[in-house]
């Protein structure tokens, strides 16, 4: 039984490696593509002879990363920001108050996470347009907020089911704690991982999104990122080296964000999932 689990493990852990191996091959394309020379057409499998940073300056000037850059941080810092304050409140009510009005409204939430978001662009593109939000920053932060908040409060409501004992909050209630001081002081902290969680999560959706971008921000100088590297590839398609320059500058902050909280992220991901 010791040899036939070895094997086993053996062999799980080699799978392991060559899907982590195929995951890999479009960075390791990217980073080829990025630093070699723009006279360079050797095979993109192959590693530049010479590192050049003379793509990541010209694709930095041409597509205007730095305003682009600038926009997609402040949508993508105030939508979250949005989300864990709005997603962990209405989260915490409907885990804590099991009323019947309260189990409608978290069965609404958990229904309209199965709508995709296209289906609602029409009527949203035309209420946009009559409030006057076109070209703004507000309607990025407002559609983001709207689109996630759903998945937000699914799981902060079962991460706090599941993982905050209410004896803690009994407790401060004897000392005569209100609600509202009770949740920031006491249940707040104690939502750590899942809000790493819904941190990486809701950013990288954020910081990604083009398809509402494309439709709300068509000035170009409220283009996010992913619009930005979408005109710039239509415009050079022959450059790769460009594109593959600005698309690495693009991913380098959600790669560090995940990073930084990695060792979150699968603990509140299986807690919150875990009651609905």
């Given at each position: 039984m010791n040899q036939v689990s070895k094997r086993a493990k053996w062999f799980l852990t080699a799978v392991a490696l060559v899907i982590t191996l195929l995951h890999l091959i479009p960075y390791y394309i990217l980073l080829t593509t990025a630093f070699k020379r723009?006279?360079?057409?050797?095979?993109?499998?192959?590693?530049p002879k010479y590192f050049s940073l003379?793509?990541?300056?010209?694709?930095?000037?041409?597509?205007?990363l730095s305003n682009a850059f600038m926009n997609t941080f402040v949508i993508t810092f105030f939508a979250a920001a949005m989300l864990i304050l709005f997603g962990s409140l209405a989260a915490y009510a409907l885990a804590r108050r099991?009323?019947?009005?309260?189990?409608?409204?978290?069965?609404?939430?958990?229904a309209v996470m199965v709508i995709p978001p296209l289906t609602a662009l029409v009527p949203l593109y035309q209420l946009v347009v009559d409030v006057g939000l076109m070209n703004t920053r507000l309607v990025a932060v407002l559609n983001n907020v709207a689109a996630f908040l759903p998945l937000t409060i699914f799981l902060y409501a079962g991460f706090i089911r599941s993982t905050v004992p209410k004896e803690l909050e009994e407790a401060a209630k004897m000392d005569g704690a209100s609600t509202i001081g009770i949740f920031f002081r006491i249940v707040f902290p104690l939502l750590k991982p899942i809000t790493a969680t819904v941190l990486i999560l809701s950013c990288v959706y954020i910081w990604n999104d083009y398809q509402f971008a494309i439709f709300f921000l068509q000035d170009s100088d409220m283009h996010t990122l992913t619009v930005a590297l979408a005109s710039f590839f239509g415009q050079n398609t022959s450059q790769l080296g460009l594109v593959g320059a600005a698309a690495l500058i693009a991913s380098l902050p959600m790669i560090f964000l995940f990073l930084f909280l990695q060792r979150f992220f699968i603990e509140g991901l299986a807690a919150g999932s875990v009651k609905g």
């Open positions: 723009a006279g360079d057409f050797s095979s993109k499998w192959m590693f003379e793509n990541f300056t010209a694709a930095w000037e041409q597509a205007n099991q009323t019947r009005l309260n189990k409608y409204v978290y069965m609404l939430f958990v």
